[in-house]
Each structure stands twice: as structure tokens, then as C-alpha cells.
């Protein structure tokens, strides 16, 4: 026993084995941010070392400035899916929304064609989707077939599918504070919407069984489009990265298998591709 003892401590002690790569499901992380305060302190090949550490083999990526999401890119191009952050600096998250020197500098970056979306980006009140930029931006993102990551309650979701109900529409945090119920009320309604986790997995995990039984039925009735995310938005949560998707993988655990592989990875590669040579398995 006490041998025992000292090989589950000396597992518990050993930081992330390469063997422990292929047990674990993988993950393609769509909610990851590389913004100016974190390039100093995490290179792009040490981001790269703690995607392969926390078993993240893609990953759907906006910066402010955007020019982290490029240096990411130019990295790992077969990892990184660019999504345009419309923040040139913090300034312009409360801001950009009614800015038309944003819009402008939105539509001339999307000329490259790198972005398989625009995001993400917050709508604190519905009234904000009305402004002529935003209703600019959908009617752009519905002509170039660009996701459009918000972070917002059901009411701004709402308001962007009025303008346009074709919009593709991927909510982040799944509404960030709407219960469960809202969740699946606005999953039922809008049937192309994308939703995925970050932020939220505590409160998922949640309960005596590893996972709350309302989030549950969330995950089983919606489970083709849910995803996972980690959400990178200020330099620590780098430091705690692999710990913020086992987080995620804590309670995908205490779902049917066929489930858990479409939220950890199956429904993002199905939407935004495998990327070469990552490693997704072939299923
Ligand atoms: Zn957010």
C-alpha cells in the first residue's frame, strides 16, 4: 500500500506526461484570446507547447489588437482558425458597435480572408445591434459567410437574428449569464445557432454527479452544436490553461461518449475543419 501511495503521488506530481496525450480527449478550444498584455510573457511557440500540454489541437483565435491572432497564425496556421476581433485596443469593447472608423477598419481587414469570423465581440443591450454598424456588419457577414462570436444575453442574439435571420450566429459562454433554461430555449429557436463553453464550467460540473442535471439536457438535446472554449481574455488564465479545459473535460466525462466527442472537438472540426497534420482521430 504504501508503495502505492507513493505512485499515485508521484503521478499526481508529474507535470502532464507525453503518454497521457492520447488518453485524454482531445479538444479544439473555440474561444481562445492572444491580446497585447500576454505576447511578452507567452511566446507563440510557448502558446503552441501549452495547446500540445493541455491536449487542445485547435483553435478558434481573436486578439486585441488582432495582431496577436496573426502572430498565432503565422506559427501554427494548421492550428489556428483567425476570427477578427473588432477591438483595436480595450477602448472599443463599449465602443465599437456605433464607431464607423471600427467598420471600416472591420470590412478592410476581412479583405485577406484569413477570418472565418468576426468576434468576439460584446452587445451589452439589444439597442446596440441597431445601430447602422452593426447592421452593416451582419449584412456582411451573411454575404461572406463569416460567424459572428457574441458575447451577450438572448435579447442582443435576437436582435441580430431580426436583421437577418440567415446570420450565423456562435454565442459565446453560452449566454454568459442565462440560466440553462434560456440556453435551451434559444438552442431550440434558432436551429443553426452555434453556443460554446467557456466560463461556465464550474457551474456545468456542478452537483453531486459531475455535471448539473439542467445543463445536461442541454448538452445531450443540443449536442451537435456545442463547443468547447477556454477563454484566454487577460494574461493569467494562460498560466492556468491546461487546467481551464480539464475543467471542461471533468464534466464532458459524465456524458455519453458519442456526446462528449462532439462537444470536445467533433462539432468544431465539422465547422471550421481539421487543420493538417493536428492529430483529430479519424472518426
Ligand atoms: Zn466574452
Known amino acids: ?15 502532464a506526461p507525453p503518454a497521457a496525450a492520447e488518453d485524454r480527449l482531445p479538444i479544439f478550444d473555440t474561444h481562445v484570446h492572444y491580446s ?11 502558446i503552441e507547447e501549452l495547446f500540445r500540454e493541455a491536449g487542445v489541437l485547435r483553435a478558434l483565435v481573436s486578439s486585441t489588437p488582432d495582431d496577436g491572432t496573426l502572430k498565432l497564425f503565422r506559427h501554427m496556421p494548421e492550428r489556428v482558425v483567425p476570427n477578427l476581433r473588432p477591438y483595436r485596443d480595450g477602448a472599443d469593447v463599449t465602443s465599437w458597435s456605433a464607431n ?3 467598420f471600416d477598419y472591420v470590412s478592410g481587414r476581412l479583405n485577406s480572408g484569413i477570418y472565418r469570423g468576426v468576434g468576439e465581440f460584446h452587445l451589452f443591450d439589444p439597442l446596440e445591434a441597431r445601430s447602422r454598424q452593426v447592421r452593416g456588419l451582419v449584412k456582411l457577414a451573411v454575404e461572406k459567410d463569416l460567424w459572428l462570436q457574441v458575447h451577450s444575453g438572448a435579447g442582443p442574439v435576437k436582435a441580430l437574428y431580426a436583421i437577418d435571420p440567415r ?20 438552442m431550440d429557436a434558432y436551429p443553426e445557432m452555434l453556443t460554446e463553453t467557456s466560463f461556465r464550467g464550474g457551474e456545468i460540473g456542478g452537483g453531486p454527479d459531475g455535471i448539473d442535471p439542467a445543463w445536461r439536457d442541454v448538452m445531450i438535446k443540443h449536442a451537435d452544436r456545442i463547443m468547447i472554449g477556454s477563454d484566454t ?6 498560466g492556468d490553461y491546461a487546467s481551464l479545459v480539464d475543467e471542461h473535460r471533468a464534466w464532458l466525462s459524465r456524458l455519453p461518449d458519442e456526446v462528449a466527442r462532439k462537444i470536445a472537438y467533433r462539432n468544431a472540426v465539422r465547422v471550421f475543419g481539421p487543420g493538417r497534420g493536428t492529430g483529430f482521430p479519424a472518426d
Do not use: C, N
Open 100 to 102: 464607423q472608423e471600427v
Open 36 to 46: 497585447r498584455d500576454a505576447w511578452s510573457e507567452y511566446s507563440p511557440a510557448r
Open 233 to 238: 481574455y487577460v494574461t493569467p488564465r494562460w
Open 167 to 186: 446570420v450565423r450566429i456562435l454565442w459565446a459562454h453560452l449566454g454568459m449569464t442565462e440560466p440553462a433554461a434560456v440556453v435551451m430555449e434559444m
Open 1 to 15: 500500500m504504501k508503495f502505492l501511495g507513493y505512485l499515485i503521488l508521484a503521478v499526481g506530481l508529474s507535470a
